[in-house]
């Protein structure tokens, strides 16, 4: 098999496919909380916190001299991108635990019975129709 079709079986199976999908589906909400964080959240927390714009906590490590720009720590975009990751580890857990209390359901469901074979079945109706006859 040559490595050109190889790759092509493995690249159309069902799981890479899928694993696809779920990475833009992914890399997209990971924007949208991005998004929410930066725009909805951080504004009214840093107005609590006295009118805070957390994109501009810094720590200077080398003021800017001349030309050369300061060499800062940014730690408050570190806490946005903290808050970010802890709003998308919450959203994918809630995501699993959904698709577990899922599958817990499908799993609780009993299997019915198999269906005698029909040898069991002849046997069983030799078996009623004597107890029948016995009765009289």
């Given amino acids: 098999m040559s490595m050109v079709s190889e790759f092509k079986s493995f690249a159309m199976r069902g799981n890479v496919m899928d694993m696809a999908v779920?990475?833009?589906?992914?890399a997209a909400f990971g924007k949208i909380v991005?998004?929410?964080?930066?725009?909805?959240?951080?504004?009214?927390i840093g107005m609590l916190l006295g009118g805070?714009?957390?994109?501009?906590?810094v720590i200077v490590l080398k003021e800017a001299v001349g030309e050369t720009v300061a060499v800062t720590l940014?730690?408050?975009v570190f806490i946005q991108t903290l808050l970010d990751f802890v709003i998308i580890a919450f959203a994918i857990f809630m995501v699993v635990q959904a698709m577990n209390r899922l599958n817990r359901?499908?799993?609780?469901?009993?299997?019915?019975?198999?269906?005698?074979?029909?040898?069991?079945?002849?046997?069983?109706?030799?078996?009623?129709?004597?107890?029948n006859r016995a009765a009289f």
Wanted: net charge negative; charged share 25%; aromatic share 6%.
């Fill in 22 to 26: 779920g990475i833009v589906i992914g």
């Fill in 34 to 44: 991005s998004s929410f964080v930066s725009d909805v959240l951080m504004p009214p």
């Fill in 52 to 57: 805070v714009d957390f994109t501009d906590l």
């Fill in 74 to 76: 940014n730690y408050g």
């Fill in 105 to 131: 359901k499908k799993e609780a469901a009993p299997a019915p019975p198999p269906k005698p074979s029909a040898e069991v079945e002849l046997l069983t109706e030799i078996r009623d129709a004597l107890k």
